[in-house]
T-cell receptor, first 112, second 118 residues
Framework: GQNIDQPTEMTATEGAIVQINCTYQTSGFNGLFWYQQHAGEAPTFLSYNVLDGLEEKGRFSSFLSRSKGYSYLLLKELQMKDSASYLCAVRDRSNSGYALNFGKGTSLLVTP | GAVVSQHPSRVICKSGTSVKIECRSLDFQATTMFWYRQFPKQSLMLMATSNEGSKATYEQGVEKDKFLINHASLTLSTLTVTSAHPEDSSFYIC??????????????FGPGTRLLVL
């Protein structure tokens, strides 16, 4: 089994930078994903890390340290539309089809 | 990018009836599709994994006779909720992983189906 932990809620100001942390324990790590989910909608893919280091994609960056079982998602130049739930998910080789296991999500509120 | 569709997007049914949800990969072939369920303000919970042409693998606690999964082709998987009850009301989301190529690294999600059982 595995545990995926991330903060429940975060609040940040428009234009600022916010970092959402995720820690995990897994027996067959095969990649870490971040998804964004707006209320009532399906998750949309943001980033994928399988090797240690930082992956940058526009205003979003994701970092992974496999030895520490740790990742973070960094959002820069926050916009109001970034208010959403951010899901950390780990792909596990021991799952059928290498299915993803999700954390409970971090609800981010961006304020003016 | 890879696109996954689901139908219907929303369904209301009476208790005891069955509901079928379709999941299609529109621009890629998916050897593996996943079905998740999400209750309000909770995360996605994996229900089952289906591979084209073989039986689905269900997660612990998910009744395979109640949630029938069929993955008949590389682009279509269906989930049938049999004899639905109010506690089955939830947001059902499918995802698919491409058979090959860059997209194989990523699961793409459908838009979800909101089921309400009265």
């Amino acid at each position: 089994g595995q545990n995926i932990d991330q903060p429940t809620e975060m609040t940040a100001t428009e234009g600022a930078i916010v970092q959402i942390n995720c820690t995990y324990q897994t027996s067959g790590f095969n990649g870490l994903f971040w998804y964004q989910q707006h209320a009532g909608e399906a998750p949309t893919f943001l980033s994928y890390n399988v090797l240690d280091g930082l992956e940058e994609k526009g205003r979003f960056s994701s970092f992974l340290s496999r030895s520490k079982g740790y990742s973070y998602l960094l959002l820069k130049e926050l916009q109001m539309k970034d208010s959403a739930s951010y899901l950390c998910a780990v792909r596990d080789r021991s799952n059928s089809g290498y299915a993803l296991n999700f954390g409970k999500g971090t609800s981010l509120l961006v304020t003016p | 990018g890879a696109v996954v569709s689901q139908h219907p997007s929303r369904v209301i049914c009476k208790s005891g009836t069955s509901v079928k949800i379709e999941c299609r990969s529109l621009d890629f072939q998916a050897t593996t599709m996943f079905w998740y369920r999400q209750f309000p303000k909770q995360s996605l919970m994996l229900m089952a994994t289906s591979n084209e042409g073989s039986k689905a693998t269900y997660e612990q606690g998910v009744e395979k006779d109640k949630f029938l999964i069929n993955h008949a082709s590389l682009t279509l998987s269906t989930l049938t909720v049999t004899s639905a009850h109010p506690e089955d009301s939830s947001f059902y989301i499918c995802s698919a992983r491409a058979a090959s190529g860059r997209s194989q690294e990523t699961q793409y999600f459908g838009p979800g189906t909101r089921l309400l059982v009265l």
